[in-house]
């Protein structure tokens, strides 16, 4: 959705643009910038989290982060911004610390939660 817009923008920068108005085409470009840059953080960080049989794999702009299941440990918090609540998925290991919410794992984070769990079961026993 987030290209779709980014090129809904650019069509709209550049009918301004040709209408003359220079303001508008410099604040249509910049949105469009802004949309473009989410859309590639969305297309090149998916997906967010992997689980597998030896750990959970999380991407990063820094880069893919593999975390084993002995040290992974997982938590809901939930949090109220602007007067709706807010629920996210922390997962810590050693002194990291990821969070996850229901954008970056495209899923209710209890259900994430409760898979990563099961897994995290299977694997250790």
Do not use: C, N
Not at 62 to 76: C, D, I, Q, S, V
Not at 78 to 106: K, P
Request: hydrophobic share 50%; net charge neutral.
């Amino acid at each position: 959705m987030a290209w779709v817009i980014t090129l809904l923008l650019l069509a709209g920068a550049v009918w301004v643009a040709i209408g003359g108005d220079v303001g508008g085409t410099v604040l249509i470009g910049m949105a469009m910038v802004a949309a473009g840059a989410l859309a590639l953080h969305g297309t090149l960080l998916r997906p967010r989290l992997a689980a597998g049989p030896d750990g959970i794999l999380a991407r990063t702009v820094g880069g893919p982060h593999r975390y084993p299941w002995t040290e992974a440990r997982f938590k809901l918090r939930t949090t109220r911004r602007l007067g709706r609540d807010s629920l996210t998925l922390e997962v810590e290991s050693g002194e990291h610390l990821l969070v996850f919410g229901r954008i970056d794992l495209g899923e209710d984070p209890r259900d994430v939660l409760d898979v990563l769990t099961a897994l995290k079961g299977q694997a250790l026993s």
